[in-house]
């Protein structure tokens, strides 16, 4: 099976792995807010409520840029199109945010949870390449007159 065939499901497991990483990370911060709220914790000062909401808010909205990007993948397999600019600039941030949290959770996490960021990258990363905008011909390296045309008639100079 190739790139072209294996496209469509290969978007729509990347789809499924971003809404419950979504749900993850929301279930994640709620529970972080939960223990900042009922554990008084503060940090420089800042009150416990405005800590604990601010997780519970970080959360939602990580969450719903995931889901965001879950419904462009599932887009892109439903159309079977390469998504727009706008889209693919999204996706192709949401594949760095997995590099940069891949990078960070090794050191802080373990293993296992730099695997799993690295497994969406990959998923992210094949979506994006197997649906990579095409151009229209395809010219030779040296450009037109390499592709064995005639030559271009030179033009007359004056003297």
């Given at each position: 099976?190739?790139?072209v ?49 601010g ?14 990007c ?21 996706l ?15 050191g ?37 007159e ?5 030559e ?8």
């Amino acid at each position: 099976m190739g790139a072209v065939a294996a496209r469509r499901p290969v978007a729509v497991v990347t789809a499924v792995v971003l809404v419950l990483e979504a749900a993850g990370i929301v279930l994640l911060n709620w529970i972080l807010s939960v223990f900042v709220d009922k554990q008084q914790m503060s940090m420089a000062g800042l009150k416990t409520h405005a800590m604990a909401a601010g997780a519970w808010i970080g959360g939602l909205v990580f969450g719903l840029y995931l889901l965001f990007c879950a419904y462009l993948a599932l887009r892109c397999a439903i159309r079977d199109r390469a998504p727009g600019g706008f889209a693919r600039v999204v996706l192709i941030g949401c594949a760095v945010i997995h590099g940069v949290v891949g990078a960070f959770t090794v050191g802080l996490v373990g293993w296992t949870a730099f695997i799993g960021a690295m497994v969406v990258l990959g998923l992210l990363i094949f979506t994006l390449l197997a649906y990579a905008p095409t151009t229209g011909t395809a010219e030779p390296a040296g450009g037109p007159e390499s592709a064995g045309g005639p030559e271009p008639a030179a033009t007359p100079t004056a003297p």
